[in-house]
Every structure is written in C-alpha cells, then in structure tokens.
C-alpha cells in the first residue's frame, strides 16, 4: 500500500472514532451503570484556599473592547457552558469573536466562543479536532472548559485521544470558579438533618460536577450512596440521571416519576417503586428555574462552602498544545488581563455580562441577568421561601499562583481536588471509571512559571482569600464525622497508620475551603477523668498542628478551632474493646 494510502485510511479511522465517541457517550455505553450495593464514601474534603504574594493595589480601569471584529490572529475555538465563571474570558475576547480593542488581540489570538453544555459533545469535538490536526496542522485548535473537579470522569476520553496519537491537555491557568452558583438544592429539614435525605433521589448529571457535591455532603455527613440510578435503595440517597444541569432542574419541577426495582442491602426485593425527584444538583439558571417555576428546595450546601472544589479547568490536546506555546501564552496573559479588570472595576464586570449574554444566546436573558446571579442573590421562590441563588468568582494572575500553589508557602490546591473527587468517582464507579488520568500526565505548570517571573515587581489585583476570625464559633453546621485517626496509647503522637488517614483528612479540608474546622477530641473512659480531659484536648491539638505545619496558606489563622471532651461523650459501651475503640476519636466539624 501507498504512503498516500495509509493517510487516507488513518484518516478514516480517526474520523470513525469522532463518530463512535459521540455515539457512545450520548448512548451510555462508554459509561455503563454499575449493579453494585449502596456505598458508603469515605471522606471527600477539598483544599482551602491559598493566600496571595502579589500586590495589593487594584489594577487602574483599561478601555473596554469595542465590538468590531478584530479579523487576524491565529485562530482557536473555546467551547463553554453557560457558566458564569467565565467573566474574564468573555471580556479577555471582547465577544463571541475576538474584537478589536480586546486583549486577546492585542496577544495575537483570534478566538471564537461557542456555547457546549453536553460534556460528552465536548469530548467528541476534542477527538475531531485531534484528527483534523493530523490531516491539516493549520486546523484551528480546540479548548474546552469544564468543572475542575469533573476532570477525572473527563478524562475517559484519553483513550480515544491517544488513538488520534495524542492526549489531554490542560491549560495551566484557570478563569475563575463557581462561588455559591453550583449547589445542591433540597428541602429545607435536610440542613438540619441530613438523615432526611436517606431514601430521597437527587436529579443531576451523572459524574461531573454538581454529583460531586451531592457526593462530599453525603459522605462528610455519613449517608450510604446508591450508585445505581436504575435501581431504589430507601437506607441510601439515590440519584436520577439528566442529559445536562438544566434537564435535571425540569425533572423536579415536572415531577414525572420513574419505575424502578427497590434494592435493600444490595438485593433486589422484587418490588417496584415510583421514584421522583427529591432534590437536584444543578447550577444557574437551574437553579434560579426551580426557585421561580416550583419553589420548595433551599440551598442546602454549595460551592460557596466547597470553596475549592470547582475551578473552571480548560483542556485541549497535547499536539495543538506543544505546536502552539506562544498562543497558549497568549490567551493566559489575555485572561489575566482581564481578570484584574473584572475584579476591580463593575464597568468591566458589565461589559463581560453582556458578552456572555451574547455568547450563550438565551433571548429571555440578557447582561443584566447573568450580572445579577454572577454577583449571587438572595431571592424568594414561588412559595415565598428565600433561597441562595447564583454566584460565581473571576480570577486574574494571583488567583491562579493560589489555585497551583505557585505562592510562597502555598498549597496545589487543584491537585487535591482533582485527586479527591478522581478517587471517590472511581470508588463509586468502578465499572465506568476504573482509573483515571494522573493529574500530572496532563499538567504542565512551566508557562504560569514564565508568566510568574514576567509579573514580578508588577501590580495585580490581589488574590482571593478567605479570612476566618478565631473568636466566632460555627453558627451553622455542615458536615460532622468521626475519623479513625490512630494514636499511640496514653499519647497525643500517631502511629505510622494515622499518616494515611491525616492526608485524606487533608485533602478533604482543602476543597471546604470556606468552612470553619472544629476538632473535637474524644477518650474512652479507662483511667483518670481529668487526665482524660487533657488527653483528648491534646489528640484534637495535635491534629489541628499537623494540618497547620502542611499548609499555612490552607489553615490560616482562625480556621481551626479545638476542643476537649475527654470521656463524657462516649457512642459505645466502656465495657468492651470495641466499643471502647469508637470512643477513642476524634470527630471534624465544618460550618460557618
């Protein structure tokens, strides 16, 4: 066979993928459900977040972006969501196509915005546009942004993209994040009681995102997960499956139920069960639909709290990618740009509304809109109860030296994300997410280095930091559990076993990165009541210190309160090894 032969058939062969990827992921196959029993997760805590190293000083107001079409620059398609925490590439553009006057201009880029909330969409085009590039290199490249803690399911798609001789990419700078905007949304008892939520199905879209945070408020408050969202399981929190955030709002406000097989302990009964819509998982203007078209579903945990959990994470192929270092450089210095506009100036922040408005195309919401549940409200539903509703945060150059740890005494705040959530997905679903993706075969920080040494000596707007008061008490609790944090007998030091556990504890606390930490340290009741005091006090302190010598810039002062119980809280009897075991713990607490 001729060389030009081979080409043609490789050609066909990659193009059969693009067309087999799409089928598959809007058919399931790619994800077959898993037939397993209820699972109850460990842990799920994220990074809190970093402080900033740069200057204080506010960034002065630029001229705006005019509306005419820039025309020249090299050409790159950047496919979102309708999420708001875009803002500053959406200004950074100037619209939906790079206008004259726009930053990414001004860096050579001429970049197209299209609107792509079906993921597995995005990952079909991410396989196309990896094709095309073999055939033709000049083929405009490809970007896609998705929730950073989503990035592990995503990543299933390396095995397609390697096929087309390439990988996954990500872009070593983020845009922002979701502040509040990504929530779960239930009945009000269930902030009070999160056991209310035991045999109730939760409408989301399936291992992404807005699961995820359905997942963590599960297991930081102990409640079984049924993994299978065919089936009925009434001692666990079960799930409905919806093509995207908006499908999954529409199926609690139409409230069709949907027949399903009731599982108990991991039997089926042979019973069948209407199961409708509980609860949902979504984001705005999901959200802002429930509370207007239905009502009756309050916040009841959000990104506000997870404050890490969800970055807006941009990934293209490695072959696009390597061949075009300076216009990836390019589009970060772009989106840092305006980044520091959006944070400082509400003319910018207005101007980037408007051109999402644009960009997403919803004729019944203009700039106005996506300003307003951009900033987050506090509105009242169809009932007349208040619900929180929006709320997403920009980010510029410091942001993103916090987000990767690239500050002084920082933490990689994303990699523990991307590794909490790529754990607990593939826990859940080992048939569908057997493994995924190291974080470090896609991430490459040398161009946020590059930019780093550029910005020193210039004045950003800072980054974002949480600050927490060390006197305020959490008023209103989130999460609580127990942790098997071993110590030596007698002692306040760990056995080598507790290293492990302290990690996860670690990573966990990383992602709630809003949320107050309260250590109660407990005793079983062998030996002097005072001297158990002490002991327990001592075990909660030593955690808190432990925590606080990994990272500063994640427990800063004031985040983490402790405190001492001794032996007057037992939850099993002193009379037997075991139960004396479960005395001897210590229990975490976030709230705000």
């Known amino acids: ?160 993209l390697k096929k087309a001789g390439t990988q996954l990419q990500i872009i070593p700078y983020s845009v922002g994040k979701s502040f509040g905007e990504d929530k779960l949304m239930g009945p009000k008892e269930w902030q009070d009681n999160p056991r209310a939520a035991l045999g109730k199905t939760i409408a989301c879209y399936l291992r992404d995102g807005d699961q995820n945070i359905a997942l963590k408020w599960c297991a930081d408050n102990g409640l079984k997960v049924n993994p299978d969202e065919t089936t009925y399981d009434p001692q666990a929190v079960n799930f409905m499956a919806a093509s995207d955030f908006l499908v ?68 293209t192929t490695k072959r696009w990618y390597d061949a075009h270092q300076k216009e990836v450089e390019g589009i970060m210095t772009a989106y840092a740009v305006a980044g520091d506009q959006v944070k ?25 809109y996506w300003l307003r549940y951009y900033k987050g409200v506090s509105e009242a539903d169809r009932n007349g109860d208040v619900v929180e509703l929006g709320g997403s945060k920009a980010f510029n150059y410091s942001d993103n030296q916090a987000l990767f740890g690239l500050n002084d005494g920082g933490t990689n705040v994303y990699a523990s994300v991307y590794k909490a959530f790529g754990d607990v997905q593939s826990k859940l679903y080992p048939k569908e997410l057997p493994t995924y993706v190291p974080l470090d075969q896609m991430l490459d920080l040398t161009l946020l280095r590059t930019m780093q040494a550029r910005y020193k000596g210039k004045v950003v707007a800072p980054a974002d930091q949480q600050k927490f008061a060390a006197g305020d008490e959490i008023r209103r609790n989130v999460s609580k559990r127990a942790w098997n944090i071993e110590f030596n007998s007698g002692q306040s030091t760990f056995t080598p076993t507790a290293e492990r556990e302290l990690n996860t504890l670690f990573d966990d606390l990383v992602v709630a990165g809003s949320l107050k930490v309260a250590i109660h340290g407990h005793t079983d009741a062998t030996g002097d009541v005072n001297r158990n005091q002490q002991l327990s006090e001592d075990r909660a302190m030593a955690v808190r210190q432990w925590l606080e010598r990994k990272s500063s810039s994640a427990f800063p002062e004031g985040r983490v309160q402790v405190y001492a119980h001794g032996s007057s809280e037992p939850v099993a009897s002193n009379q037997t090894l075991p139960g004396k075991a479960k005395n001897r713990r210590v229990e975490i607490m976030l709230g705000n």
């Open 344 to 368: 400082s100036h509400p003319a910018a922040l207005a101007k980037a509304a408007d051109i999402s408005a644009a960009v997403y195309g919803d004729k019944d919401k203009d700039g106005a």
């Open 248 to 315: 999954a709002a529409e199926k609690y406000i139409l409230g069709k139920p949907e027949s399903r097989d009731k599982i108990v302990d991991g039997k089926n009964t042979g019973v069948k069960v209407d199961v409708p819509a509980d609860a949902v998982a979504t984001w705005t203007p999901g959200d802002v639909n429930i509370a207007k078209q239905k009502g009756g579903l309050v916040s009841i945990v959000s990104t506000r709290e997870y404050s890490n959990q969800m970055p807006n994470i941009m990934v």
């Open 1 to 160: 066979m001729t060389t030009r032969g081979k080409i043609v058939i490789a050609l066909l062969v990659l193009v059969g993928l693009y067309f087999g990827i799409n089928k598959l992921t809007s058919s399931n196959l790619l994800f077959k459900k898993a037939a397993t029993e209820s699972v109850l997760l460990g842990s799920i805590e994220l990074p809190a977040a970093s402080g900033s190293t740069g200057a204080t000083a506010v960034a002065p107001l630029a001229a705006l972006p005019g509306s005419t079409a820039a025309g020249t620059g090299t050409p790159v398609t950047w496919e979102v969501m309708a999420w708001n925490s875009q803002m500053a590439g959406m200004l950074a553009n100037g619209g939906a196509q790079t206008t004259e006057g726009s930053a990414m201009a001004a860096n050579g880029v001429n970049m197209q915005i299209v609107r792509q909330d079906d993921v597995s969409k995005m990952q079909a085009d991410l396989v196309k546009n990896a094709a095309d590039l073999a055939a033709n290199p000049s083929t405009p490249g490809l970007i896609v942004s998705i929730m950073g803690d989503g990035l592990p399911g995503f990543s299933a798609v390396q095995e397609q």
